[in-house]
């Protein structure tokens, strides 16, 4: 794993621990080479960001039991892969996010300001 250090510049802190999110399943955004989809990025999930994700082919709000994936619901924060909030900035589209629990690896895909503009926690 990467040292788990935020957007910021700070310790990385916990995105969700009920449910337990994370590439690592450890309740944190942490990422590492083993990570190719840079789930870094620690979203405030709603109603309307998860019908969006859904529609754009990413349904994480449907619950697979198989993978020990409960489904994120409305309310609950969650690791996002870093493209697939690239791509909803794009689209117009993106959640609001933690900063302090998002990832400094996600700088490599987006610009801190724009993390900035989504986040709840500064």
Request: charged share 20%.
């Amino acid at each position: 794993m990467y040292e788990p250090i935020n957007a910021i510049g700070g310790p990385l802190e916990p995105c969700s621990i009920d449910p337990k999110t994370g590439f690592y399943r450890d309740g944190s955004c942490n990422c590492g080479p083993d990570n190719p989809g840079v789930h870094g990025v620690c979203i405030y999930a709603t109603k309307e960001f998860l019908e969006y994700s859904a529609q754009a082919g990413n349904d994480i709000s449907t619950p697979m039991p198989q993978f020990n994936f409960p489904g994120v619901k409305p309310g609950q924060s969650w690791c996002l892969s870093g493209p697939r909030f690239v791509q909803a900035v794009k689209d117009g589209h993106a959640p609001h996010i933690f900063i302090h629990s998002t990832h400094k690896a996600m700088l490599d895909l987006i610009d801190l300001e724009t993390l900035k503009k989504y986040a709840l926690d500064l």
